[in-house]
């Protein structure tokens, strides 16, 4: 295999380990009232005190702390609010398990599909394959279409 055709699976486990640590962190949940709130809070600085670095009205902030519990700010202000509280912004989409893993179930779903209808027709034509015929054949489909291109895998439902 070349380098070329291996450089989509190390990128995906790159991305993987780094991503790994944040996979079960529970305390990065967003505290109920929001971070921009909490954060505030625990500095000990007002709403007014954080208009005044932000340029933004003391009634604007208390909008904008709203929105960030119902979801609706925009990251620009998040990350504008951050830097006025001397804090990072941070975004990320963190998957629930592995990216491989992911691939992998994909790949074993639509192996599950393509067997399911094949080992129907052959049990129509008195050709059923045996239960270990049938795993055989899954692993073979699954190695076949994580071989291909992971693009593929997203086409069909």
Not at 14 to 29: G, K, S
Not at 67 to 74: A, C, F, K, N, P
Not at 86 to 109: G, I, K, S, W
Request: charge should be positive.
């Amino acid at each position: 295999m070349s380098s070329l055709s291996n450089a989509p699976a190390l990128a995906r486990k790159h991305l993987d380990r780094r991503l790994a640590p944040l996979r079960n962190a529970e305390d990065l949940t967003r505290p109920p009232r929001g971070w921009i709130k909490a954060i505030r809070e625990a500095i000990g600085m007002t709403a007014a005190q954080l208009g005044e670095r932000t340029g933004i009205s003391q009634s604007r902030i208390a909008r904008i702390e709203r929105g960030e519990v119902s979801g609706t700010l925009t990251m620009k202000t998040l990350r504008h609010v951050a830097e006025a509280m001397d804090c990072t912004f941070v975004y990320a989409l963190v998957p629930n398990r592995p990216l491989d893993d992911m691939l992998r179930e994909r790949a074993q779903e639509i192996a599950d599909r393509q067997l399911s209808r094949a080992d129907q027709t052959m049990r129509l034509e008195n050709q059923a394959l045996t239960p270990a015929d049938l795993k055989a054949e899954r692993e073979r489909l699954v190695a076949a279409l994580l071989q291909g291109d992971p693009r593929r895998l997203w086409d069909a439902p």
